[in-house]
């Protein structure tokens, strides 16, 4: 069992810069590949990125790609997403979530876990 808890979203400026944590619980999380995901409102929950257990592989959706990036830190059990150069289309619920299998990351099947989500919200 994991259990993951996001913290870091805020009120930031188009251009503007925000680092998003998500903390695990649960010895086993070294051993799972991490993604993040967003839904924007009225939108459908969409892919941001993913990275392997050991930090190796990484995926980003085309949107973000340059601007953003995950990394972890497995001694503590903490996943980020450090996001740059902000837009107000990057207004959403971002999640951290985690899988066993790095499979296809970019879809929502096949993570086992979800935290609750954290508010970003970028103005023009």
């Known amino acids: 069992q994991v259990q993951l808890v996001e913290s870091g979203g805020g009120l930031v400026q188009a251009g503007g810069s925000l680092r998003l944590s998500c903390a695990a619980s649960?010895?086993?999380?070294?051993?799972?590949?991490m993604g993040w995901f967003r839904r924007a409102p009225g939108k459908e929950r969409e892919f941001v990125a993913a990275?392997?257990?050991?930090?190796?592989?990484?995926y980003y959706a085309d949107s973000v790609k340059g601007r953003f990036t995950i990394s972890r830190d497995n001694a503590k059990h903490t996943v980020y997403l450090q996001m740059n150069s902000l837009k107000p289309e990057d207004t959403a619920v971002y999640y951290c979530?985690?899988?066993?299998?790095?499979?296809?990351?970019?879809?929502?099947?096949?993570?086992?876990?979800w935290g609750q989500g954290t508010q970003v919200t970028v103005s023009s």
């Open positions: 979530a985690a899988r066993g299998i790095w499979g296809v990351p970019a879809s929502l099947e096949g993570y086992d876990y």
């Open positions: 649960g010895r086993t999380f070294s051993t799972y590949a």
């Open positions: 990275l392997s257990w050991s930090g190796d592989s990484t």
